[in-house]
């Protein structure tokens, strides 16, 4: 008798929609099952292999099963998975982390990058006694209501109005928080001149999704909470050791108050972290700051061990002489590559973000908040994404995650499969 067959990927698709809602964990669009990755490649449940510029949105910075990182997850797997109390592999990366991040003098865990940013606006208002929040139209922090607020609005509110983007968000919270442009560092000003007083924390992208900062921008930001005592929050959650070892706070020279990190610090598992000054910080020790001032938090898998040395791994491998030059030649030449294919087909684009992370956005005029990126093209984003599946390119709408392991080889496909999709978009 015949083996049975493995289940195919339209297989899986339908058994997904009898048991997700939607189809989907949420993440991703589901008409893709990936059955494994190593490198720079993935591949679907029927074999089609891709070079992936998704990377897991962006933890795989140095690929799939790096086989360094691997033995390091095997011996500490070798000594168990998970065991609540401390353990000395995450307080070597909470060392690691505090070393290398410029305002990180203590280090909390949490699971999850959307989690650390949550409880980085809560740690602003209780070191500061007020209770809003500012951030800016098209900024990504995480799940919570907050972070929910004005985060891909189809109604372009006045500022500072939040609009919620949610079902299930109470109406309360759309007072808590103040909606500014990014890049505007003028409306900015005008809006703490109103209400600095009020405000708790500044959470900012300082790369927000793609749209780089305005030069001054950031130090705008770090000047005006100063004058306020406001505490300002960078979310690097995605730029932490991606932009620059030290994240964007080193990349762009500014030095935020607290930071997120995610992503990268678990090596591939789940793992985040809120690090920023100890007096802040300190509002997670009752024994400094008494009930009244104290913040609880904590989580089952908080400075999970296996994570921890695949971070740690990962970190290392970043470091050494060469890793962030090779990431952004990767990401340079294609983004020229982008720009050239999409030119000589008349197609008209923007290339927006850094070497390390970008996207093509499909407009006739520059990048500099949300509201251009609202603007755009999507369906034609969204075709131009199709056309480079096609062609085993698999990337997703919004960003380009260039990584260490991708190849010469794989950088020369890639550029045959813009071309390809370039032309047959126009």
């Not at 290398?100 to 070191?127: I, K």
């Not at 070892?245 to 598992?269: N, R």
Request: glycine share 12%.
């Amino acid at each position: 008798m015949d083996a049975p067959s493995s289940p195919s990927q339209a297989d899986w698709i339908e058994r997904a929609k009898a048991v997700l809602p939607g189809g989907t964990f949420g993440n991703f669009p589901p008409d893709i099952v990936i059955r494994e990755g190593k490198g720079s490649r993935v591949w679907d449940e029927d074999g089609r292999e891709y070079i992936d510029y998704l990377i897991g949105s962006g933890p795989m910075l140095v690929g799939h099963g790096h086989p360094e990182v691997l033995d390091a997850v095997a011996e500490q797997i070798g000594k168990g998975l998970t065991f609540f109390a401390n353990n000395a592999r995450g307080i070597e990366l909470a060392e690691a982390i505090v070393e290398s991040v410029a305002c990180g003098e203590q280090v909390r865990y949490t699971a999850s990058g959307g989690e650390a940013d949550m409880y980085a606006m809560r740690l602003a208002r209780a070191f500061t006694g007020r209770e809003r929040i500012v951030k800016f139209e098209g900024g990504y922090h995480g799940m919570c209501a907050e972070a929910q607020m004005s985060l891909a609005p189809d109604t372009l509110a006045n500022f500072p109005q939040a609009v919620p983007d949610s079902a299930g968000i109470p109406e309360s919270v759309r007072a808590e928080m103040l909606i500014a442009p990014f890049n505007d560092l003028d409306f900015v000003r005008s809006l703490l001149a109103e209400h600095g007083h009020e405000v708790a924390g500044i959470i900012v992208e300082p790369l927000q999704r793609l749209i780089p900062p305005d030069l001054g921008f950031l130090e705008g930001l770090r000047a005006e909470s100063d004058k306020h005592g406001i505490v300002l929050i960078f979310d690097e959650v995605v730029t932490g050791y991606r932009l620059a070892y030290g994240g964007a706070q080193e990349y762009y020279g500014v030095t935020p108050d607290l930071c997120t990190l995610g992503k990268i610090v678990g090596g591939g598992f789940p793992l985040a972290a809120i690090a920023g000054r100890a007096d802040i910080m300190a509002h997670f020790d009752k024994t400094k700051v008494g009930a009244d001032g104290f913040l609880m938090q904590l989580g089952t898998l908080s400075g999970n061990p296996v994570a921890a040395v695949a971070g740690l791994k990962t970190m290392e491998i970043l470091r050494r002489p060469g890793a962030y030059e090779r990431l952004r030649h990767v990401g340079g030449t294609l983004m020229a590559a982008f720009g050239a294919a999409l030119n000589e087909a008349g197609v008209a684009h923007r290339v927006v973000g850094d070497a390390v992370l970008f996207d093509v956005v499909f407009t006739d005029r520059d990048v500099r908040d949300y509201r251009d990126i609202h603007a755009a093209d999507m369906d034609r984003n969204i075709r131009f994404n199709a056309l480079l599946r096609e062609q085993g390119i698999f990337k997703p709408i919004g960003k380009v995650y260039p990584s260490l392991a991708i190849t010469d080889a794989d950088l020369d496909r890639t550029i045959e499969a813009i071309r390809h999709a370039a032309k047959h978009l126009a």
